[in-house]
């Protein structure tokens, strides 16, 4: 055997040579993933299950997640074929591990990141080499990711080793600029994204930073001005078409505008008129926040639904922009369950509307036909155009109580095709497929026991959480974000409507049997009534 061969995995490439552009790739994602892998496993080779598991830190889903893209680089690297289709099912492979790994290592990688806490375990350093070859390929989140990893290594570099300092700064001041940097093309190879970033640091430092503006900015302000410039940026972001067009549909796009506020105010606009502005253009989407803050905030709310939320954010680890899968929060009335809902929307950063299930007897919430005089859209495309973004949540209030006849069509069998395909629900108002992938569901329930003998297959498509009930201990938080909603709805701030007293909060414990949060707001609205009839007139 010769030396240093792949078998061995002698000479494999580390994060921090890597950042200082010292082994380039000059092969494919997939051999350098081998490299890297042999680094850390030598015995994916030819040794046994537990020596592996060994060799990968004792962690299974590490193990298992390592053994999974041994054999996705090997399929890549032993194509004889298509070269371009394994190099780009490969990529899809790593992106693939991105999520996975972040939800492994989500609670733990973001304390060590924060405290730095000693040097990265084989977990760690694997992450980090994901990050950096998918910067490679062109992800934005993983390019914004490498600035912080380069940052972290160059304050411990040592002699000869600015170049880490060049990356992280090239990193931070151009990740977000794509025309810097060379595009990646199945087959093409690497496209030296590291060493692009230590030139543009270095260039930054020296005062020789380029300001040339490129060719196709030119040829687009010479085109249609800085709008085009604005939708080229956007549309490298996270994204989405949710309508391609409305010019199959009758009429023009102004059609109607000159009869609003008319005497057929009613028929003033028509379905192309309402959504030609929205058509052929990508919505964006929200980025995942800072979910060690986003849990900080929701526990501090719920402290007894903390399972809850813990397992809704570990699901968006990795991901590059906010989707939850679908999600059924069962638990007895007044326990915060809609409540809880919202507040994910809202510290998530998504628009959110709640629709109360109980009674619906109809299949509107799928829109309706134009041949009507009422005809509209479906209520998640309406609630996106309102928004004016491709993601937000929709709070399904109470589902089991929705009627169960289908004389109108019913309301539960039209979210189980709203669920199915997401990415192509035909819109019988715009008369066309729309995607409505972005649009994250949340269900509340009191009880399942007649969902699931009648819609078993719509519970099926839910994550299912168990709402516990707020217990005593809980009441101290309860009531500061019973007071903050007040406040909100009344237009206060804290001068005006102050957080309950001592005394005041004694006297809603006294009062507390239990289980609602209902009744909390009902003692808080009670003491706050009891304030405003003591204040002074003037």
Same mark, same amino acid.
């Given at each position: ?27 494919? !994602? ?48 032993? +194509? ?8 780009? &099912? ?19 990688? =973001? ?19 994901? &990050? ?14 490498? =600035? ?36 990646? &093309?199945?087959?093409?190879?690497? %496209?030296?994204?590291?060493? *692009? ?6 260039? =930054? ?28 940026? %956007? ?12 010019? !199959? ?14 005497? +057929? ?42 399972? $809850? ?7 968006? =680890? ?28 809202? $510290? ?17 919430? +799928?829109? %309706? ?49 709203? %669920? ?14 729309? *995607? ?17 003998? *009648?819609?078993?297959?719509? $519970? ?52 507390? *049997? ?25």
């Amino acid at each position: 055997m010769r030396k240093n061969s792949p078998r061995d995995g002698a000479g494999a490439p580390c994060v921090r040579d890597l950042l200082l552009g010292k082994l380039p790739l000059r092969n494919s !994602h997939a051999r350098h993933i081998q490299a890297v892998i042999l680094s850390i496993c030598p015995a994916i080779f030819d040794g046994g299950r537990e020596i592996m598991l060994a060799q990968c830190g004792g962690s299974p889903p590490f193990f298992e997640l390592v053994r999974g893209l041994w054999r996705a680089a090997n399929t890549c690297l032993n +194509n004889k074929g298509d070269r371009i289709a394994a190099e780009t &099912r490969f990529a899809s492979d790593l992106f693939e591990a991105r999520g996975i790994l972040g939800r492994i290592t989500y609670v733990h990688t =973001a304390i060590d990141r924060d405290l730095d806490l000693g040097p990265d375990g084989p977990e760690e350093e694997f992450f980090d080499t994901v &990050r950096l070859l998918l910067a490679d390929l062109g992800d934005r989140e993983a390019r914004a990711e490498t =600035a912080d990893l380069a940052w972290r290594h160059a304050r411990l570099r040592g002699r000869g080793e600015d170049d880490l300092l060049y990356c992280a700064v090239g990193a931070s001041l151009h990740a977000d600029e794509p025309w810097r940097f060379q595009e990646w &093309r199945p087959g093409g190879g690497p %496209t030296g994204f590291v060493r *692009d970033c230590i030139e543009f640091g270095r260039a =930054a430092f020296t005062g020789t930073l380029p300001q040339a503006e490129p060719e196709w900015a030119k040829e687009a302000k010479a085109k249609a001005g800085l709008k085009a410039i604005e939708a080229a940026r %956007t549309s490298s972001g996270p994204s989405l078409l949710v309508l391609a067009t409305t010019d !199959h549909l009758p009429g023009t796009a102004k059609a109607g505008e000159d009869r609003i506020g008319g005497s +057929n105010a009613t028929n003033a606009t028509t379905a192309r008129s309402e959504y030609a502005p929205f058509a052929g253009r990508r919505w964006p989407l929200v980025r995942v926040p800072d979910l060690a803050r986003a849990r900080e905030i929701l526990v501090g709310e719920f402290p007894y639904a903390a399972d $809850v939320v813990d397992a809704v954010l570990r699901d968006l =680890a990795g991901r590059p922009h906010v989707h939850l899968r679908p999600i059924l929060i069962v638990g007895p009335p007044g326990s915060g369950k809609s409540r809880l809902a919202r507040r994910l929307a809202e $510290v998530l950063g998504l628009g959110w509307q709640i629709i109360s299930c109980g009674g619906v007897s109809d299949s509107s919430l +799928n829109g %309706t036909s134009r041949q009507w005089g009422t005809g509209r859209a479906s209520v998640p495309l309406q609630l996106l155009k309102r928004l004016g973004m491709a993601c937000a949540v929709i709070v399904l209030d109470e589902i089991e109580k929705a009627a169960s006849g289908r004389q109108n069509g019913s309301m539960l069998d039209g979210l189980l095709t709203l %669920t199915a395909d997401p990415q192509s629900f035909f819109d019988p108002y715009v008369e066309h497929p729309v *995607d409505l992938s972005g649009i994250s569901w949340i269900a509340t329930a009191n009880e399942l026991t007649s969902l699931r003998k *009648d819609h078993g297959a719509l $519970v099926d498509r839910f994550r299912i959480f168990s709402m516990p009930s707020p217990r005593r201990e809980d009441l101290p938080v309860l009531v500061r974000g019973i007071m903050a909603e007040i406040r909100s709805e009344r237009g206060l701030d804290e001068r005006w409507l102050p957080d309950l007293d001592g005394d005041e909060e004694a006297l809603i414990e006294q009062h507390f *049997d239990g289980g609602s949060v209902r009744r909390v707001r009902r003692l808080c609205e009670t003491i706050v009534a009891g304030r405003d009839g003591l204040a002074p007139r003037h």
